[in-house]
Every structure is written in structure tokens, then in C-alpha cells.
């Protein structure tokens, strides 16, 4: 039973990690552009498929096929927002988010139209699991962790050193601040699309390296990736990962109490119970 | 042909129902509502559980799909009660999403993905299916005249009055000494419930219901309908739904006549063509045919003059 419970800690925690790198550029986006934008849905997938057609195609090994789902979700976060979403900032964030749920059907079915609803897997060595007293983990598992580890490190080195990402945290902290401290907001909010819906990419494709991917790959995740930000405190960039783990942790906890058919609606009763009781989150609404 | 205009006629009145009960949500009181296709489930389930496994009569069906989903709608109402909208946002999407993922997976009550066939509908099997659809038809149209009647009473009601000034600004109506929550909370059971109760109708319809029936698409269709419509218009939450209706089906047509597109494609263009289309009229008509026309009453004379003020000030 001990051994069987670390297990599923150790399998949560690695989703965990995993889950945190959409749900930071969920966060990101939301602490910037004060809207809640639905396409980080789409943009996991088309990240998803990037480094597919990256890692298939063209023979990328996977650990290179990251860059290009962070690439291509990232440019496609950029024009979207620029050209569809921006112009709407004026009429409210709920018109917004409406027109990025409407953008999540646009680019899904872009998605469907080149590449159908078929399962689609990686082009992956197979390895045998490792075995760490009696825990099971795989050395794409492994991989995985390791890779949104490094994007966060890269993030958090963005974010702490350099002059773009000290202001992308001021807009955050206080837009009218930074304004008068000269810091141009449309450099900032096309900064922290490209980098949000890059990192959103970035998941989708580790999500996808764990399974298989198809066009709904991105919008299965959403749950856990609003729980995860809302968890930790919307706009937090350590609240998205300190929710991400704990959703991650949860969900396969709640298998033992619900069964696996209601992983997914463990991160809306998360959402429910810390709106209820701790409504700014666990970490509370700063940016960082 | 005539059996698809009906069939196209019913559908867009259960749509413009749904268009309604959002309108009252998101049009009225500004409470966005992204989820609207879980409460839509939410009544169709209901009405299908009492209706063919308890034998209840239809119109009770409908009736408890509505008080059932209305409660729900209060509940997440209070839970999201204080916070901004965004939060509701996340919430009623989630909420929609739990819905679909429990009817999926108890299999005990909902038959799974399979979904559940033979519901009954009024007079079916003792008519023929033609006139059971024209029969239809007329009840789908007396719900759509009914609920019109009320949601127009409630908009010029005292109730309708505060929904929008809570819409507009809520601290101002906090002031008044109105309890906001609690009006927010009426107004998304109400919206909720009717949604609810268009599930039922629907699921009475088409006599058969499943998860894959209660996507995300849906709750585009309908927000497609109320912003093409007129946000905060009750006529115009009825004609954006036709106009809903009459555009898919065009795609329909339409992608059929592309050539070399595979079944999937021509799917994916005309859910495509639905998202573009909701992206281009917020840009470009975000009012929708009907504007909502607010009657401004003039500021009442200031007394006389300034001067006259200051010297009435004076002890």
C-alpha cells in the first residue's frame, strides 16, 4: 500500500512539472493582459503538432522538437493576439475571453483540417522503465521533467535578469506605473504572448509525448491547467507551479477515491474548494 | 425538403431559448456564461432520467429540468459570487466540462458515451413521425413566445432595471442598497433554468442525447447567436439564433461543394467558419442587429445659478 501510494505521488508529481509549464504561460498572459485566454487550449495543441511534424518529419529527436512547439505556438500566440484578440482589449476582458474561446474552435479545426482526427504518436526510442525501490518511472518520464525544468530555469533567469522580463513584471505588478516609468505595454503584452502560448506549446507537447496527440489535445488539458493557475493564485507565476504540482499530486490521488474516469474533475472541485476558502489562491495574485 | 425546414425551424427555436436564458446572464446582468452547454446537458439529462426510467409525464420532465439546472446555476452563482467575472468564466467552462466527463463515464446512469435512446416525446408513435414534427414545431414555437414574454417583463421590470445597473457598474448598485449576490444569483438561476429547459425540450425532440452532443461548439453557437442578435435584446437573441441556424446549414452547402475535401475536412471548415465568424462580428458589429437602446433621462434643471447656490449656502 506505502510503496503503491508513493507511486502515485511520484506519477503526480510528474505530471505535475509537466502541467506547470502551460499553466505559467497561462498565468503569465493573465497577469499581463488581465484576460483569461482560452487559446492556451489551441495553442498546446498546435505546439503539440509542431514538434510533431518536427520530430516525425523531419527526424528531430525529441528533446529538440520542444523548441519548435514553443516556436511556432508562440508566433501563432503573437499574430493572434495582435491581429484578433487586441483590439477587442477596449470592450472589456469578458468580450475577450469569449472571442479566445471562439479562437480555440478557429485553430482546432485548422489543426483537424491538415491532420485529422487520428491518434498520432512521437517517433520514440523505447526504453524499458526504470525500477527505484519498487517505484516504476520512465526515462521519457525523466526526459520530460527535465526539459520543463530547464524552460521554467530559462523563464525564471528571463524574468530576475534581464530588462524585458523586469518589465513584463511591472506591467503585471502595475500598469500604470510602468507606464509612466516609460515602459511601452504593447512591446510587453506581444512579449508575453509570445512566450505564454509558447510555453502553452511547449506543454501540449510534452502532455503529448506522455500519450498519443489529436486535435482535442490542448482542449483536455484546459481543467488542470485553470486549476493549476487558479490553484496557485491567478497571475502567479510560482502559484502556477506550486498549482500545478498540487493538482497534479491530486489528480492521481483522487483515482484511489474516485476512479480514473474523474482525473480531470478533480481540478474543477480544486478550483471550487480554493475559490471558496482561499479565493485569491495559495500564493496569493502577485505576478512573481 | 419541407421535413428539413421543419426540422431546421424547431432547432433554431430551441437555440433561440438558449439565446434567451443567455441573454438574461450574460445580456442583462453581464455575467459571462462559457459553460452554457453543461446546463444545457444538465436539463436534457435530467428530463431523460424522470421521463424514461420513472415513467413522470413529459411536461414535469421539463419543468424539473428547469428548477434542477436552476439550482445548479445558483450555486456556482454564490460560489463565484464576489469574485471578478474571469473566475466565472473558468468556473462555467469547468462546470460544462464536469458535466460532459460524468455523463461519459456513469455508465450506471447515463449510459456513457453510448447516450440514451428512446426518450419519449408527446404523441410520438401514436402520430405519424411528420406530424409528430409539426406537433413539435408548435410547442417548441409556444416555449419560444412564453419565455420571450417573461424575459421581456424581466427586462422592464425593477429586476431588469438592477441587472443592468449591476452589469454596468455593481458597486454603484451596492450603494443603492441592493444585495448584489444575491440579484446576480437570481438572474443566473433564471438564465440557467432556461437553459435547462431548452435541454429538456431538445432531448424530448430528437429522442436521443449523448455526451458528444454537449460540446464546447454548442456554447459558440449560442454566444454566435446573442452577439450577432444584439447582446441585452431579447428579439434579438430570437434572430440571432436563426440567423445562427440559417448560417451553418448554409456551410453545409457550402463545404460540400469544395471539392476534394474529405468528410473530416468539410467538418472541421464549418466549425471553423462558426469561430471566425463570432471573431469577426465582436470586431465589427459588437452590438449586433438590435442595439440595445437605453432611454437616458435628462439631469434635472440645476436650481437657477450658481450664484443662487452659494448664497443659500451661506448661514
Known sequence: MFFELAQLVVNGLVAGTILAVPAIGFTAIYGVLRFPNFAVASHATIGAFAGYVANVNFGIPAWGAVAFAFLIAGLSGVLNDEFLLKPLRPTGPLTTAIASVALVIVLENVIRFFFGNDLRGYDLPIFRDWRIAEIRIGPQQVENIIIAIIAMAILFLFLTFTRMGKAMRAVADNPMLASIKGINADMVGRLVSFVGMGLAGLGGMLIGLDTSIDPLTGFRAILPIFAAAVVGGLGSIPGAVVGALTVGVGEELSIVVLGPEYRSVFGFLAILFVLLFRPRGLLGERAY | ?315
Request: glycine residues 12%; proline residues 4%.
Open chain 2, 1 to 315: 425538403m419541407e421535413n428539413y425546414l421543419i426540422a431546421m425551424v424547431t432547432f433554431a427555436g430551441i437555440y433561440g431559448i438558449m439565446a434567451l436564458g443567455l441573454n438574461v446572464i450574460w445580456g442583462m446582468a453581464g455575467m459571462v456564461n462559457l459553460g452554457l452547454v453543461g446546463f444545457f446537458a444538465f436539463g436534457a439529462y435530467t428530463t431523460t432520467l424522470l421521463t424514461k426510467d420513472f415513467g413522470v409525464p413529459i411536461g414535469l420532465g421539463i419543468a424539473a429540468a428547469f428548477v434542477t439546472t436552476a439550482i445548479a446555476g445558483v450555486v456556482v452563482a454564490l460560489v463565484t459570487g464576489r469574485m471578478r467575472g474571469d473566475y466565472l468564466a473558468i468556473v462555467t467552462l469547468g462546470f460544462s466540462e464536469t458535466v460532459r466527463i460524468t455523463a461519459s463515464n456513469e455508465i450506471w446512469l447515463t449510459n456513457g458515451t453510448d447516450g440514451i435512446s428512446g426518450i419519449p416525446g408527446p404523441w410520438r408513435g401514436e402520430v405519424s413521425p411528420e406530424t409528430f414534427n409539426l406537433i413539435y414545431l408548435g410547442i417548441v414555437a409556444g416555449f419560444v413566445l412564453v419565455v420571450f414574454l417573461i424575459m421581456q417583463r424581466v427586462r422592464y421590470a425593477p429586476l431588469g432595471r438592477v441587472l443592468r445597473g449591476i452589469r454596468d457598474d455593481d458597486q454603484v448598485v451596492a450603494v443603492a442598497g441592493k444585495n448584489v449576490i444575491a440579484i446576480k444569483a437570481k438572474a443566473f438561476a433564471l438564465g440557467a433554468g432556461v437553459l435547462g429547459m431548452a435541454g429538456a425540450i431538445y432531448a424530448h425532440y430528437t429522442s436521443y442525447i449523448a455526451p458528444d452532443g454537449f460540446v464546447p461548439l454548442i456554447t459558440i453557437y449560442i454566444v454566435l447567436s446573442l452577439t450577432a442578435g444584439g447582446t441585452g435584446s431579447n428579439l434579438g437573441a430570437i434572430v440571432g439564433a436563426f440567423l445562427v441556424v440559417f448560417f451553418m446549414e448554409s456551410t453545409r452547402f457550402l463545404t460540400a461543394v469544395v471539392p476534394g475535401l474529405e468528410a473530416v475536412q468539410q467538418a472541421a471548415l464549418r466549425e471553423f467558419l462558426i469561430g471566425a465568424s463570432l471573431i469577426v462580428i465582436l470586431h465589427l458589429r459588437p452590438t449586433g442587429l438590435f442595439p440595445e437602446r437605453i432611454t437616458r433621462h435628462e439631469a434635472p434643471e440645476p436650481p437657477a445659478s450658481g450664484a443662487a447656490l452659494k448664497e443659500r449656502s451661506q448661514p
